[in-house]
């Protein structure tokens, strides 16, 4: 009888959108990110199967290969935690991509030479960083949600800015932790702290006033790549 009423338990959780226990893998991360840090999420396009360096998207010279939306399209992500289920259920693999800007994070990103001694110089100033994402080519360093009039602005006030930096705002993706992606596994430089509320992020000026002068100082000044 206490088989049977288990049982009963458990597939009515399933219905209801809720698997016992804490889930694990991608799905386990899309989870924290929708539900707990209310961080709008997507399933990425993923890999081709045949070839694991590729995208599986119809253009053979994506340059994000796995790392973007296709179908579901970007409008699609969510926070809902029935949706995530679903999708992951279906694509178990498929990388996490958050929709950035709105109440989501935005992103300011470097190659990672630049960027690992940008994040060098600005320990050593004792800068306050939220959460990093790595890439097999790029840090992404987690910034407070901006608009483009607000970036135009803090852009035109500079009198120089590497070419190597590049902004994920509103509109934007990025692909999150443990995704698999074409350039390798993403990671996390500096992870959040673990907990259920959302990570603290800075604001966007801090962090471009600090990489801006961290990198000139340690003379990296050519656009890079």
Request: with cysteine; glycine share 12%; hydrophobic share 40%.
């Amino acid at each position: 009888m206490r088989e049977i009423l288990g049982r009963r338990r458990r597939l009515l959780s399933w219905r209801m959108g809720r698997k016992p226990g804490r889930s694990t893998g991608q799905l386990g991360a899309a989870l924290t990110f929708a539900t707990e840090w209310r961080w709008p999420v997507l399933p990425g396009v993923g890999l081709d199967r045949r070839d694991g360096s590729r995208c599986a998207c119809p253009d053979p010279d994506c340059v994000v290969p796995g790392a973007h939306p296709l179908d579901p399209g970007l409008l699609a992500a969510t926070t809902d935690e029935r949706m995530i289920r679903w999708w992951w259920g279906n694509r178990p693999g498929a990388p996490v991509v958050l929709a950035t800007g709105g109440r989501a994070p935005c992103a300011v990103s470097l190659p990672v030479d630049a960027g690992g001694r940008a994040l060098a110089a600005l320990d050593e100033a004792g800068i306050r960083l939220g959460p990093v994402v790595a890439t097999g080519s790029r840090f992404y360093v987690l910034v407070a949600p901006y608009s483009l009039a607000q970036l135009g602005e803090l852009l035109y006030a500079k009198d120089y800015v590497p070419g190597s930096l590049r902004f994920h705002g509103e509109g934007g993706y990025l692909a999150l932790p443990p995704s698999g992606t074409g350039e390798g596994p993403v990671r996390w430089e500096r992870a959040p702290l673990p907990g259920s509320a959302a990570p603290w992020v800075p604001d966007v000026e801090a962090v471009v006033d600090a990489v801006v002068d961290a990198l000139t100082r340690t003379g990296v000044s050519a656009p890079e790549l």
